[in-house]
């Protein structure tokens, strides 16, 4: 057996995208500057050189275009990965992920599949300028006929990517831009992926009390958890990993156990997932709850400028607070 | 120099039958066809003009939600249906009836979206036609996308006539303002693709002129993307078979993009929810009913072609005939059962909405218990 | 002191534009069709005519086109009112919504204002095609920047849009088309709102359970509330009124008194209002919650075709269902 | 006929002053301009110039996070610029620090947005110059709003040169790909707006030629539309002058909407995090460097205008100067607050926003408390 390798997330997406161009034919990847330049956090570095032009497509600068492409394409029969460049951006294409990509497969009676992967690299804390840093999951989320995922190492860059564009329905795939160079094992000949896409994973067990995170913010919640083992409290961290549809029961089941939830996003706390998590599990795990869900996440502000991004982004010090505050109850 | 002030004159339109049903001949567009092949022609027409018609009755006697009336587009829709191949696709807009008559797609499954009994519903790839789209400009970047595939799939430039493949992209001349039609011109021009966008100008957006869009005839914008773009009588079903065609040709042998304005006229209201006599002069419809596109292939037909009356009734018979049938099966369309909201939604469907669904059946199930 | 005049909720718009216009030379109406047509569903109705074409705006056929011409208005000073025509074509216009107008104001350090109105009509139970029907006020409450309300009857409406156009900050007004033909009465020359323009308001007071609705669930919550009478229970409903804020106070003060909530809305229930609502009441009236807050939504599925959109919807009977749920705990 | 096959030959682009300094005229573009004038114009370029270098160091050495140089377009900023009048209105996208300069925006509040100390912080009505917007294309429909409240207010056309107005909308050759910018166009023309759209067309979106959006010069756009376009030597300061000015003269009066093409080089990177290497030739950047647009004014001052050489030490003197204090206010910049997240969010803060305000506030205060 081939030893794991040691790869970067960003790696690890570059080599999902290459395993999934390699096996399939209608695989095609698109997107302003993926080509020759790689895209602005190269991930798809030389792809154009080893697929060619007409599969790894640096498009016109519109994202209307890049997903509304992508439907046709999809019609036509092919699989298209698209990149949106930042965050930010993705907003210009809005209607055709809302009310195209999502729902022609409903439309059509099942008829036509849409197999598309939009690849979007998110989250702040990268000193950016405005657009760059934003956390826009749960528009997605909350969009039915679209599946939202978002990996936090890179194994799950790898496989979750591979699963994405695998997927007969459409996948929004969020990338933690922050977390692009963290290095992980990830074992790439494994014939199958450890886990089915859409199943929240506990990272790390625990007893006292359940963080919830996902993408950026996983590495955030595990080093809380660890902090807090100082405070002798033994913090229960799960990656969601999948945002729609949410693995309710593993979190549920963690709640039973703990008593107590936090969830943790970079996203604006109103009717971030947050939200729904509270929702969901106030509401399956009623008796079991000790103290109300809590959640940390972005303040209900524009993403500010970056000299202040650190103290707007929950960090370990609001995640222990939250956690003392469900404690406390 | 001033950078203003320099009018281009108002262009000609590409015209092969006059109002008054006289064949004339364009010096650029010469049109081989037989008198056969023109009675096809006004049996599509007229047959889309009954169903259309029916439609609309339906709608009336509230059999339909909703009817958005081809009534005096017929030759603009006919002429292009008929110039594609059926290796072509076409992607309409919610007024093409009489495209999708041409991709013999099912009346009745039209009538059933208008119904309300599904959103769509028919397989764009059985009959090389997408679903309607209703949200106005989307399609023109799906056909440029599948555009994109038909290229790389190396159905464009063979030579091959069963293999070459075009897409028809339908747009109005309201839906001309929306960004995604000029992103897919951009899109189409940079590829280079095979496809055809097709702008029935109908004159108006519901309520709004097609001034409010444009001070320029809406085929010029087409050159300043890089490609042709010319304006055709779109009453005229043998214009817009003629310059189809070539259009099409074009695209299929490889020379890229082409829009084409068809010049027509919404006869009707903008949908049976509409009333135009709000916003409309009833002397602009008097206008136009002078240039009807199913009048004048009768006069050709009758004077020109010498076509007897019992051809013209045998096309009544078997308008009135498909009216009936389609006004049966449209009643007979069964609704949709309330658990059927979550068909489809996904090829997977994930546990979470299976969950749903089954709460759902449940609640259902105590109703019909307690006799609901 | 005049008479309160008897209107509909489409008369009562109408009404509140027209006062707008003539009072306030910087509104300006705009849209499609909200000309000679007087928009679709005629809520313009003679405002061209008596306030001229340059103030009431046939614009061509772009929603980001109207909302980002809105936007420059509005750097020069004036004070925007958008018609988007239906619901399900507010997307094209997302980007400029998302990231201008909400955005501009803290962009330039409070120099530039975004007094512009945003109105959609919103909602299903019309029997109309796909994209007519849908609710998306909760993409819009998730957006940090925005303000979001909506009203359920004639008074509001006038109010509550003259409140909106006279905000100096941006507000989205959703409009519940399927109530715009419903009557009540309102009294136009009151010197003031009957209440500030992010305040719930309990419609009904009750002591066995909360119901929080909005918009065009309010109707059908008050008759639920009315049905279950015969079964001697005394359901409390509140119209929420404002999506963004959320008058907070107003629903836990019910539901401390009550014990028991549930969140009634059209759009799909993942991440909707009721998401948010029910997030906040166990946080903040944990000990007070007899029972989870439950909530009544569309599936999250696309919005049906309209032959089946009357059991997609939630109505008394799956409101009333959820009330049985909450008190059989 | 065929659609296809008609090229349109590559056009000339409007040139005054030739890259080796020589004075030409151009039949429709006179341009009456003293020496002095040119030495102003002269000194604005060196000082944009040298003001973005300093933004280059700054970012290199940590005080900025990011910046986007317009070295090799200044010409084209400063024509533009120096061609408005205080009452007109400009639109930047986020690389117009040339125009910023002749608006007399402080380079240092520039600097902050890249800093990160804001996100954009002037006041756009204050030297009529707005917030740079990053979204590609969005400003240009900022712009044609704009101009339908300066058409509203009265504004265009009077004949009194204080008072009418025009708006100056900045985008690039790849933003031009947006929906947006083609919508600002429609609603432009559809308005007869006061607008002049200027985009500079640099070569390159980030690693993407201009090749990729457009396969005819982007002027040609205009016309499509219904308003005149035209390309003019976007490194040649007296062309963009001499054209802005007509096209802005013609929009005051009333005359509607214009495009104008600068056509120009992107010298540098796309922004600090860009390395250019992986996508473009250093031929190409060699061959533009023979074009560069101070050079050429510095060339006709020295040779045709007799200017001495202590002209030039005297700006060197001032661009150094300006360099230093940038320098020094730029790294004097205070960082914001955490609490200054929650102002200006809304002009009227709603309580469960102060709420969380208070409540952060608290946490604060609980770490200083701790001695955190
Ligand atoms: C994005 C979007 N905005 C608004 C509408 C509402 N709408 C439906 S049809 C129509 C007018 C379209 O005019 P045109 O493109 O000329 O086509 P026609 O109806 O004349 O065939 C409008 C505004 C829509 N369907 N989609
Ligand atoms: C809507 C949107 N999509 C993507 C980006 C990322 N982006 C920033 S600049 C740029 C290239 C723009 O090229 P061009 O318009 O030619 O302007 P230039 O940078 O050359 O001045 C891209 C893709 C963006 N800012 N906005
Ligand atoms: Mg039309
Ligand atoms: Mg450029």
Redesign the interface.
């Given at each position: 057996m081939p030893e794991p390798t040691n790869l970067t997330v960003a790696g690890a997406l570059n080599a999902a995208l290459r395993h999934r161009l390699e096996h399939d034919p209608k695989v095609l990847v698109m997107g302003m500057d993926v080509g020759k330049l790689g895209g602005v956090f190269r991930i798809t570095d030389g792809l154009q050189k080893d697929f060619g032009e007409d599969r790894v497509i640096d498009s016109p600068l519109g994202e209307s275009g890049i997903i509304g492409s992508a439907v046709g394409l999809a019609i036509r029969g092919y699989r298209p990965v698209c990149e949106i460049q930042f965050d930010g951006f993705v907003y210009p294409a809005f209607d055709q992920i809302v009310s195209q990509v999502a729902k022609i497969h409903n439309r059509s009676l099942g008829a036509v599949r849409m197999p598309i992967t939009i690849r979007i690299p998110y989250g702040g804390g990268i000193g950016a300028v405005e657009h760059h840093s934003e956390s826009p999951e749960a528009y997605f989320a909350h969009t039915a006929g679209l599946k939202v995922v978002t990996c936090s190492n890179p194994s799950d860059a790898y496989w979750m990517l591979r699963q994405a564009i695998d997927s007969d329905d459409p996948v929004v795939f969020f990338e933690p831009k922050r977390r692009y160079w963290s290095k992980g094992s990830l074992d790439t000949s494994a014939a199958q992926a450890p886990l089915p896409l859409h199943s929240a994973q506990v990272v790390r067990p625990g007893s006292d009390a359940t963080i919830v995170a996902y993408g950026p913010m996983v590495a955030t919640a595990l080093q809380a958890a660890k902090a807090a083992t100082e405070d002798g409290r033994d913090l229960e961290v799960i990656d969601l990993r999948s945002l729609s549809p949410i693995d309710t029961a593993t979190v549920v089941d963690s709640v039973v156990r703990t008593g107590r939830l936090v969830v943790v996003h970079e996203a604006s706390v109103t009717l971030g997932m947050g939200a729904e998590i509270a929702a969901r599990v106030q509401e399956k795990a009623f008796y079991s709850l000790e103290a109300p869900v809590l959640r940390v996440g972005g303040f209900d502000t524009p993403y500010p400028p970056s000299r202040v991004e650190e103290e707007w982004l929950p960090d370990v010090d609001r995640i222990l607070d939250a956690v003392d505050r469900t404690l406390a109850y | 120099?001033?950078?203003?002030?320099?009018v281009p004159p108002e262009p000609d339109l590409v015209q092969l039958l006059t109002p008054e049903g006289t064949r004339v001949q364009h010096?650029?567009?010469p049109l081989e066809i037989t008198d056969e092949e023109i009675k096809s022609l006004y049996r599509d027409l007229a047959l889309v003009r009954r169903f259309d018609g029916e439609a609309t009755a339906l709608q009336r006697q509230g059999e339909l939600?909703?009817w958005a009336s081809c009534l005096g587009q017929e030759a603009a829709q006919v002429g292009a249906g008929r110039a594609l191949r059926t290796q072509d696709?076409a992607?309409p807009t919610?007024r093409e009836h009489g495209v999708a008559w041409c991709r013999d797609v099912d009346p009745v499954t039209l009538l059933g979206?208008?119904?309300?009994?599904?959103?769509?519903?028919?397989?764009?790839?059985?009959n090389n036609f997408?679903?309607y789209?209703?949200?106005?400009g989307?399609q023109?970047?799906?056909?440029?996308?599948?555009?994109?595939?038909?290229?790389?799939?190396g159905a464009v430039g063979t030579g091959e006539p069963d293999r070459d493949t075009a897409v028809l992209a339908f747009f109005g001349d309201?839906?001309?303002?929306?960004?995604?039609v000029?992103?897919?011109f951009?899109?189409a021009?940079?590829g280079?693709l095979p496809v055809v966008f097709y702008c029935q100008n109908n004159q108006w957006?519901?309520?709004?002129p097609v001034?409010?869009?444009?001070?320029?005839p809406l085929f010029?914008?087409?050159?300043?993307?890089?490609?042709?773009?010319?304006r055709i009588d779109g009453n005229d079903v043998l214009a817009c078979l003629a310059v189809s065609r070539?259009?099409l040709d074009?695209a299929r042998s490889g020379?890229?993009p082409?829009l084409i304005e068809a010049y027509t006229y919404r006869m009707g209201a903008h949908t049976t929810?509409?009333d135009p006599t709000?916003?409309r002069l009833s002397e602009e419809l008097e206008t136009w009913k002078h240039r009807d596109p199913i009048e004048r292939v009768r006069a050709y037909l009758v004077r020109q072609a010498g076509v007897a009356q019992d051809f013209f009734d045998g096309i009544d018979a078997e308008a009135e005939e498909l009216a009936v049938r389609i006004r049966a099966a449209c009643r007979a369309l069964p609704?949709?059962?309330?658990l059927?909201?979550?068909?489809?939604?996904?090829?997977?469907l994930?546990?979470?909405?299976a969950e749903?669904?089954e709460g759902?059946r449940e609640?259902l199930s105590a109703?019909e218990g307690a006799g609901?």
């Open positions: - | 120099m001033t950078l203003h002030g320099h010096p650029d567009f939600g909703l696709m992607f919610y979206m208008f119904r309300g009994v599904s959103l769509g519903g028919w397989n764009p790839n059985e997408n679903l789209t209703i949200v106005l989307a023109a970047l799906h056909a440029v996308g599948y555009a994109m595939g038909v290229t790389r799939d309201g839906a001309s303002s929306q960004g995604d000029n992103e897919a951009i899109w021009a940079a280079n957006a519901i309520s709004e001034e409010r869009q444009s001070r320029v010029h914008r087409a050159a300043g993307f890089g490609f042709p773009g010319i070539v259009a074009e020379q890229g082409t929810s509409d709000r916003y609704d949709p059962g309330p059927s909201v979550f068909d489809n939604v996904f090829v997977d994930p546990d979470e909405l749903q669904r759902y609640y109703f609901h």
